[in-house]
């Protein structure tokens, strides 16, 4: 779920390891829990409420408003100064949504300067940072500031390992993009793909809508009936078998489709094989990873291959 900008996770600099401010904070001054107090829900350490959305951390109650309190309620930890724009820029969309998530998850902002060891022990060497804490322990962080669909989107995958039910968001960028789709506008939809994949790399609904602009060009002007009689006639000819493909997936017959370029593969070598192999991955994005016929290609692909 990270931010795909990132090319090494920020956990390879080592596990965070907030043991030593546990002990900090003297007896008398540390949050009791519910089940110390008989306190409702939305103290610290219990289910979140929409009026705790955002709350402000320190040394002296960390334990109870991040650590316990994410074994309830996902919590996202917001590192920041005054004085940095980005810092002073990304807090407030942090903090709308917090409050739009009416209590779904806990926004708790650290400023780095008036808590130097938490921003060490999270081992923080950006302003801002911004980490998901799940379970009692960090799942996920980014660097600096990302784009609100791909915040959204973050927060999205942050709720959904904190076991919440989270409605998938309409996205207004993608209806514009589908509907120039569907309507024919391929140039219209092309640049609308690009411009989300621009904000969000990692967006598989606009790479697989990219992806069928690209089908959709190919295709354009070709007879099918005639196109998928040239590649039956002509097996050896790669070009035929690539529209052939397009033709098939276009149909409904992807699993069809997969099995043409798998053989292409199979009974080619050096470009030919290669251009067969990156038209296959090309028609994988269409149907998404998960989708069992291109699990089942994709292993067909590599026994082709080696």
């Known amino acids: 779920m990270s931010d795909p900008r990132i090319t090494s996770s920020i956990f390879t600099r080592g596990a965070v390891d907030l043991s030593a401010l546990r002990g900090t904070a003297p007896a008398s001054s540390r949050p009791a829990t519910p089940s110390q107090t008989g306190a409702p829900t939305g103290v610290p350490g219990g289910p979140a409420t929409a009026g705790d959305a955002a709350l402000d951390v320190t040394e002296a109650n960390i334990?109870?408003?991040?650590?316990?309190?994410?074994?309830?309620?996902?919590?996202?930890?917001?590192?920041?100064?005054?004085?940095?724009?980005?810092?002073?820029?990304?807090?407030?969309?942090?903090?709308?949504?917090?409050?739009?998530?009416?209590?779904?998850?806990?926004?708790?902002?650290?400023?780095?300067?008036?808590?130097?060891?938490?921003?060490?022990?999270?081992?923080?060497?950006?302003?801002?940072?911004?980490?998901?804490?799940?379970?009692?322990?960090?799942?996920?962080?980014?660097?600096?500031?990302?784009?609100?669909?791909?915040?959204?989107?973050?927060?999205?995958?942050?709720?959904?390992?904190?076991?919440?039910?989270?409605?998938?968001?309409?996205?207004?960028?993608?209806?514009?993009?589908?509907?120039?789709?569907?309507?024919?506008?391929?140039?219209?939809?092309?640049?609308?793909?690009?411009?989300?994949?621009?904000?969000?790399?990692?967006?598989?609904?606009?790479?697989?809508?990219?992806?069928?602009?690209?089908?959709?060009?190919?295709?354009?002007?070709?007879?099918?009936?005639?196109?998928?009689?040239?590649a039956q006639a002509n097996p050896d000819d790669v070009d035929a078998q690539l529209l052939a493909a397009d033709i098939e997936v276009l149909s409904g017959m992807a699993e069809q489709a997969y099995a043409r370029l798998v053989g292409v593969v199979r009974r080619t070598a050096g470009d030919d094989r290669d251009k067969a192999r990156q038209h296959l991955i090309a028609l994988f994005s269409i149907a998404g990873p998960d989708d069992p016929a291109v699990a089942s290609a994709r292993r067909a692909l590599a026994s082709a291959l080696f």
């Open 63 to 230: 334990q109870a408003e991040v650590l316990e309190r994410s074994l309830t309620t996902p919590v996202v930890v917001f590192f920041g100064a005054a004085g940095y724009p980005d810092s002073d820029q990304f807090a407030p969309v942090l903090e709308r949504l917090a409050a739009e998530g009416a209590g779904q998850w806990v926004l708790a902002r650290v400023d780095v300067q008036e808590n130097p060891r938490i921003a060490q022990m999270f081992q923080i060497q950006a302003i801002p940072t911004v980490y998901a804490v799940v379970g009692g322990r960090p799942i996920d962080a980014f660097p600096g500031v990302i784009p609100e669909p791909q915040l959204r989107q973050w927060l999205a995958a942050v709720l959904k390992a904190g076991g919440v039910t989270v409605a998938e968001p309409e996205d207004p960028r993608l209806d514009e993009a589908d509907d120039a789709l569907m309507s024919g506008d391929l140039d219209a939809a092309e640049q609308a793909y690009r411009k989300i994949l621009a904000e969000s790399p990692a967006d598989a609904a606009a790479e697989a809508g990219l992806a069928q602009v690209g089908v959709a060009r190919r295709v354009a002007g070709a007879d099918p009936q005639a196109a998928l009689a040239a």
